[in-house]
């Protein structure tokens, strides 16, 4: 059965449910009314009896003092002590049932009291009787008037329970009336409310299956036809399904390779490094990128590859999805690339240094040289020189962004105690100073590392304060997001922060040349070796106050270049 019409039928299940139950509630409600009722009537029949208990009682009293016969006395005294106790029931029972009628209390105090009047007039006949063996006419006329109050009391509070039965015997009347016609009323509305609801559902998820089953088509399309490699493996690293572009590069079908593993399809060496990067990313719960090589007809060709773990609606790892793109050109063109810029970079420092040497042995051989000629020859040896540097910082760059690294364990606090030691000609030239404690240990490579730390530190000390020793603080804030957050903060001349993002582009400079000398691109070689150790950086910065670096590397590294 489709998914629509389960939804269809359960929801028209649900409304005759909760209108079944509408109907039930209804009769509960009868019921529940009418045990209110009940329990007015039982009020009135305890105050019925207690009033036939000592009428009795009373009459027990009377043949007592005409047949002188002590059994009636003594059922009399009997009713005396049961009196307070039967009184207790009923004024319990209305208190316990929320039913203590308007002036109730009066009547009973009342009955309490005329009681006592009764009882103190009766030990007075029976004291008569037992001394004399007969009761005076004013002794018995007070006990008659004694008699007649404590009914009259008792009429008063019967007449009144008999109110409150009738008034809620009305109620109840009306409340079921009114109960019913609510129940049913929302009982009709909630079954046409889930039938509307149901048909609106239906006709929802029906066009959601459409839409999901267009989806997946273009998916498939798209899958089917894009250059990449794409696949799904289950958590013991077995195949689930690959697309198109895999079936056609290595010549396998999906059926083929479903269940199998890669060691099933490619050499030992090769698989394993697959499967050791399926598990990382299966154990840690987190993506991998990075290169992997996969042999083809014509060689060994380098993959970059993204895996992320597949979860279930538990949040469970049960597998991953790798999505993998032959970087085998781009790399040959990296390398030619590399070659051809090494080679032209030596090339063109032969000439430049040249240039700075015949400068100064024109300088020195020439000793009528006038001082407009010299500033062009010192002018062209400056440039020489800028040149020289401006080549030394590109094959720098395209070192750290063409050079495979691998990363190692590397404690910051000795490499900064280490990168200050080989610094100190400028730390001490600049009258500065560097403080730096508790660092971490990360993972990375030491020598871009070095770099990095050594660029932000020259960085600070050249765009110091005139006037002012440069004071540099490196410090770790807190762990972020399975980051370590380090701080390099200085006292320098700061920037206008709307230039933040500029400072890390190539060339950029904020400063005139003249003033502070540089090629611009000593901050894009820093965001470049973060980059390429899975971090960030960012620049917080007030004019003439100073600037702060902000780095974040990994605490973990997940992927290697």
Same mark, same amino acid.
């Given at each position: 059965m489709k998914t629509e019409i389960k939804v269809l039928m359960g929801f028209l299940i649900l409304g005759l449910s909760i209108a079944s139950t509408s109907f039930f509630l209804a009769n509960s409600t009868n019921d529940r009314l009418v045990e209110f009722g009940l329990k007015h009537s039982e009020s009135l029949r305890k105050v019925q009896s207690l009033r036939s208990k000592t009428m009795g009682a009373i009459e027990e009293s009377l043949a007592y003092i005409l047949s002188g016969k002590e059994i009636e006395k003594q059922n009399y005294l009997a009713w005396e002590i049961d009196f307070d106790f039967s009184l207790k029931q009923f004024t319990d029972f209305d208190a316990l049932n929320n039913m203590e009628a308007e002036g109730e209390k009066e009547l009973t105090d009342q009955l309490i009291s005329h009681k006592k009047q009764l009882s103190k007039s009766a030990r007075k006949i029976f004291n008569e009787y037992d001394q004399k063996g007969s009761v005076s006419p004013e002794t018995f006329q007070e006990y008659e008037v004694n008699i007649d109050e404590l009914d009259? /009391?008792?009429?008063?509070?019967?007449?009144?329970?008999?109110?409150?039965?009738? +008034?809620?015997?009305?109620?109840? *009347?009306?409340?079921?009336?009114?109960?019913?016609?609510?129940?049913? =009323?929302?009982?009709?509305?909630?079954?046409?409310?889930? +039938?509307?609801?149901?048909?609106?559902?239906?006709?929802?998820?029906k066009r959601g299956n459409r839409l999901r089953e267009e989806n997946e088509n273009q998916l498939n399309i798209i899958a089917n036809n894009t250059t990449s490699v794409i696949y799904m493996k289950d958590i013991e690293g077995k195949y689930l399904l690959i697309n198109k572009r895999y079936e056609d590069l290595f010549n396998l079908k999906n059926q083929e390779v479903k269940g199998k593993n890669d060691l099933d399809l490619f050499p030992k060496?090769?698989?394993?490094?697959?499967?050791?990067?399926?598990?990382?990313?299966?154990? /840690?719960?987190?993506?991998?990128?990075?290169?992997?090589?996969?042999?083809?007809?014509?060689?060994?060709?380098?993959?970059?590859?993204?895996?992320?773990?597949?979860?279930?609606?538990?949040?469970?790892?049960?597998?991953?999805?790798?999505?993998?793109?032959?970087?085998?050109?781009?790399?040959? =063109?990296?390398?030619?690339?590399?070659?051809? =810029?090494?080679?032209?970079?030596?090339?063109?420092?032969?000439?430049?240094?040249?240039? /700075? +040497?015949?400068?100064? *042995?024109?300088?020195?051989?020439?000793?009528? +040289?006038?001082?407009?000629?010299?500033?062009?020859?010192q002018r062209m040896q400056n440039s020489a020189k800028q040149m020289s540097h401006f080549i030394e910082n590109m094959l720098n760059f395209s070192a750290i962004s063409a050079e495979q690294i691998s990363f190692e364990k590397i404690d910051l606090q000795e490499r900064l105690k280490e990168i200050c030691e080989d610094l100190s000609h400028i730390i001490v030239s600049a009258k500065g100073k560097i403080n730096f404690s508790n660092l971490p240990e990360i993972e990375g490579n030491k020598t871009q590392i070095d770099q990095l730390f050594i660029n932000l530190i020259t960085n600070s000390m050249k765009y110091k304060q005139e006037d002012t020793p440069p004071i540099i603080n490196i410090y770790k804030g807190d762990n972020v997001n399975g980051f370590y957050e380090l701080f390099i903060e200085d006292n320098g001349i700061g920037f206008d922060e709307k230039f933040a993002d500029r400072i890390f582009e190539p060339f950029q400079r904020l400063h005139n040349r003249t003033e502070y000398k540089g090629t611009g691109l000593g901050l894009t070689i820093c965001k470049k070796i973060v980059d390429r150790h899975n971090g960030s950086i960012s620049v917080k910065s007030t004019p003439k106050k100073g600037t702060t670096f902000i780095i974040k590397f990994p605490i973990k590294q997940t992927k290697n270049y």
């Open positions: 009259t /009391s008792f009429q008063l509070l019967i007449k009144d329970e008999q109110t409150e039965v009738n +008034l809620a015997q009305a109620f109840i *009347r009306e409340e079921i009336r009114s109960e019913k016609a609510k129940i049913y =009323a929302l009982g009709t509305l909630t079954l046409v409310f889930c +039938l509307s609801f149901g048909c609106f559902l239906y006709f929802q998820i060496e090769i698989a394993n490094n697959f499967i050791k990067n399926d598990r990382n990313v299966m154990d /840690s719960g987190k993506p991998f990128e990075g290169e992997e090589n996969a042999p083809h007809e014509d060689g060994m060709h380098t993959y970059i590859s993204i895996k992320v773990p597949l979860r279930n609606s538990k949040g469970i790892v049960y597998g991953i999805c790798g999505i993998s793109t032959d970087i085998t050109e781009r790399k040959k =063109a990296e390398s030619e690339l590399e070659t051809f =810029a090494s080679i032209a970079s030596h090339d063109l420092q032969a000439p430049l240094r040249k240039i /700075s +040497l015949f400068g100064d *042995r024109l300088i020195q051989s020439t000793v009528n +040289l006038d001082e407009k000629s010299k500033d062009y020859i």
